[in-house]
T-cell receptor, first 113, second 109 residues
Framework: DTAVSQTPKYLVTQMGNDKSIKCEQNLGHDTMYWYKQDSKKFLKIMFSYNNKELIINETVPNRFSPKSPDKAHLNLHINSLELGDSAVYFC????????????FGPGTRLLVL | QKEVEQNSGPLSVPEGAIASLNCTYSDRGSQSFFWYRQYSGKSPELIMSIYSNGDKEDGRFTAQLNKASQYVSLLIRDSQPSDSATYLCAGGYGNKLVFGAGTILRVKS
């Protein structure tokens, strides 16, 4: 069974479009994260939710809006996509947040044309 | 600004040698450090976590932490070609991890 899953795996879209990425974890964890990994492989946290509550909101354009309908799901909606949004987006989860192992999903490779 | 710095490499070692990966961090506030391995096109996976000064060993891997020098390292003994990957160092700050840019390791057979 996949612990942390993301859909879609690949996403190719035009500038200006709106798209969503979905994440689900079946580990029973309380905390979920969104990370962005750019072309230089630099992995940076964007958002974190603990039990559906937003606890980390880094300096991210407000075109990015996370939503957690329940503690097993964390979605990311991106409005008005820009070329610079092209990256790999990873979802992760952990039991209680920092200090606990974070388990990463397979990533969503977003290409904005 | 909390920063974690790593030499991007690539670090090349022969099969069977010890690979030494290093990481420094700028903020003494971090109490926890992590090493993740990421194969090309895959997601990061945790190798080691370390919270106190000294060494922590797990199989062929040893993590070392020196809080006075703000320095974390990962030693991989008996390096194998399958160890070739990018190794990400991360420091824990509050509720989040701050990652370094990663070091590419190449183990040549």
């Amino acid at each position: 069974d996949t612990a942390v899953s993301q859909t879609p795996k690949y996403l190719v879209t035009q500038m200006g479009n709106d798209k969503s990425i979905k994440c689900e974890q079946n580990l029973g964890h309380d905390t979920m994260y969104w990370y962005k990994q750019d072309s230089k492989k630099f992995l940076k946290i964007m958002f974190s939710y603990n039990n559906k509550e937003l606890i980390i909101n880094e300096t991210v354009p407000n075109r990015f809006s996370p939503k957690s309908p329940d503690k097993a799901h964390l979605n990311l909606h991106i409005n008005s996509l820009e070329l610079g949004d092209s990256a790999v987006y990873f979802c992760a989860s952990s039991q209680e947040g920092l200090g606990e192992t974070q388990y990463f999903g397979p990533g969503t490779r977003l290409l904005v044309l | 600004q909390k920063e974690v710095e790593q030499n991007s490499g690539p670090l090349s070692v022969p099969e069977g040698a010890i690979a030494s990966l290093n990481c420094t961090y700028s903020d003494r506030g971090s109490q926890s450090f992590f090493w993740y391995r990421q194969y090309s096109g895959k997601s990061p996976e945790l190798i080691m976590s370390i919270y106190s000064n000294g060494d922590k060993e797990d199989g062929r891997f040893t993590a070392q932490l020196n809080k006075a020098s703000q320095y974390v390292s990962l030693l991989i003994r008996d390096s194998q070609p399958s160890d070739s990957a990018t190794y990400l160092c991360a420091g824990g700050y509050g509720n989040k991890l701050v990652f370094g840019a990663g070091t590419i390791l190449r183990v040549k057979s």
